[in-house]
């Protein structure tokens, strides 16, 4: 107790969650259905910080992300199913393989700006999907890939057990752990050299290059790193559930992410972690509540809709806005204003 | 003397618009050197094609490196101001969000490496680099008498210090040449003074300067030397008082009469 209060109260609040999460899945009230809904929420919080590197650091439109999560999750199966290979090793070689597969798509489109680039992201997890359903010999199609093997701890190789994990629990910590070391790697490289280079990026690109920032490189390295985000929880979603199938890998996964940013604050990583929860319990919410209320369970889209329409209009740069990001929705007002403010000056 | 920029038969078109026709100066190592011309002359357009934006359709720009001379033709601009040419913009560009010492810092950029694994994983290396960083990005804010400034938002400080900071962030590149385009529009008459001052110290370096301005008070004050451009075409060059005296340079300015008048 000593030790708690010497800390700074915003390092109270996070090690009061931290503790929270730990003991989570043996309060009372905690169902195995909750900490289904929970795991996705940390599931989703990997993700959609993967993603916010894209948008929310460089300030390019990604809506291509649920590509490389595709990737992720099948090369993830696909190594389980056929090499039996262990979770723990699949993890780097996901984070490889979706950096990969972020400079393959990255280099040869960054050149492009703005929308045009946006178009082309999303291109490609079309086309992922597609590959995902008509290459029937390597994903078996649309009759998806079953039978995974879950995670498992494999100590026989030293003498020691073997132990699977079965039921909740076990994933929700695995996951409690990986989300720790997402946000840990999301602050560490927002606070450097690199992370300094993405903001110059958001923020003036001419000046970006002025000062020797080499624009291409450093946004195939964005790419890459939440490429890499994605793949890694691909791996995770592939483990965990146990089956996939293509059409998990629709293009709306990506815009439901894209969803959590924008909500959350882009560019924040607490914002963005917020936003994921609150997407994802509200669709478990919507899920419930909709049946009950005598409407189908996809008028939940509408209600996404709805939200991020009223969010657009009374608070565009998110619940947790940055500075960088809300200035530049109130855009247009600025701009007008440094017109003014020049004219000034010439009197 | 040598010189450390030789400007050769230079030519930019857009079009059929001929912004720069035959434009040639040296800059010697050392000097600062003052572009002056009415609007639309061409000068930026100069600037422009020395800092890799854009790209000469004629001609040639040779900058002196450390060890060897480079043609700046054709080269992007973030390799330009590796080879230490640094630059500030006409109307101010600043990493408006940010820090006063977070822009200074992206300023040290090219003059360091770490990347995505040092950023992580924070070993000796990383943080010792990114100690000289803070540290030589305070020194450049203190240097342009910006000291203490360091946590303020960038677009919320004045006028004047926004300018002096364009200024450090150019100065944490370690240039051999600084361009500054029009560093004293909209300053008032200390400012300019204090600018003037300024201008004399990164000299006192050993950094040459190219300087674009209006403010004839700041180009007679500091510039050992002027280049005058008109349409697009050199016009005259010499001390700045030979300038100012030189009938074509008036004409130029005030138009045909003006100069008789006179």
Known sequence: MFILQKMKPGIQIRVGFLLLALILPFLPFVSDYLLHIIILIFLYMILALGLNIVPGFNGLLDLGY?????????????????????????????????????????????????????????????LVVLFLTNEIWLTRGPLGLPGIEPVSIDLTLFGGPKWEFIGEVPYYYLAVFMVLVTVFVMHRVQDSRLGRAWFAIRDDEVAAVSCGINLLTYKVIAFAISAAFGAVGGSFFARWVTFLSPDMFKFWESFLILCMIVLGGMGNIWGVMIGAAVLVSLSEILRDLLPLLGLPVGVRFLAFGLIMVLMMRYRPAGL???????????????????????????? | ?????????????????????????????????????????????????????E?????????????????????????????????????????????????VKIGRHCRTRSLFFGAVIRHRAQRKEEKAITDSAHRFLEF?????????????????????????????????????????????????LDLMNLIRRIRDRGITILLIEHDMKVVM??????????????LAEGAPQEVQDNPKVIEAYLGTGAANAA
């Open chain 2, 1 to 53: 003397m040598t010189p450390i920029l030789s400007i050769e038969r230079l030519f930019k078109r857009f079009g059929g618009l001929v912004a720069l026709r035959d434009i040639r100066f040296d800059i010697n190592q050392g000097e600062i050197v003052g572009l002056i011309g009415p609007n639309g002359a061409g000068k930026t357009t100069l600037f422009n094609c020395v800092a890799g934006v």
């Open chain 1, 320 to 347: 947790l806005p940055i500075p960088a990001v809300a200035a530049q929705m109130r855009a247009g007002r600025v701009k007008r204003k440094k017109v003014k403010a020049s004219v000034g000056l010439k009197k």
């Open chain 2, 55 to 103: 790209r000469p359709t004629g001609g040639r720009i040779i900058f002196a490196g450390k060890n060897r001379s480079v043609s700046l033709v054709g080269k992007k601009p973030e390799t330009v101001t590796a080879l230490g040419i640094a630059r500030t913009f006409q109307n101010i560009r600043l990493f408006d969000n940010m820090t006063v010492l977070d822009n």
């Open chain 2, 221 to 234: 004050g500091v510039c050992e030397r002027v280049v005058v451009i008109n349409y697009g075409e050199w």
């Open chain 2, 144 to 192: 342009v008498g910006l000291q203490g400034l360091g946590g303020e938002i960038a677009s919320s400080m004045p006028y004047g210090h926004q300018r002096r900071l364009e200024i450090a962030r150019a100065l944490a590149t370690e240039p051999r040449l600084l361009m500054l385009d029009e560093p004293a529009a909209g300053m008032n008459p200390q400012e300019s």
């Open chain 1, 66 to 126: 649920v590509g490389f999560y595709g990737i992720g999750a099948y090369t993830s199966g696909l190594l389980t199913y056929h090499l039996g290979l262990s979770f723990w090793l699949i993890i780097p070689l996901a984070f490889i393989n979706g950096a990969i597969w972020g400079i393959l798509l990255g280099a040869p489109t960054l050149r492009l700006t703005g929308d045009y680039f946006a178009i082309v992201t999303f291109g490609f997890s079309e």
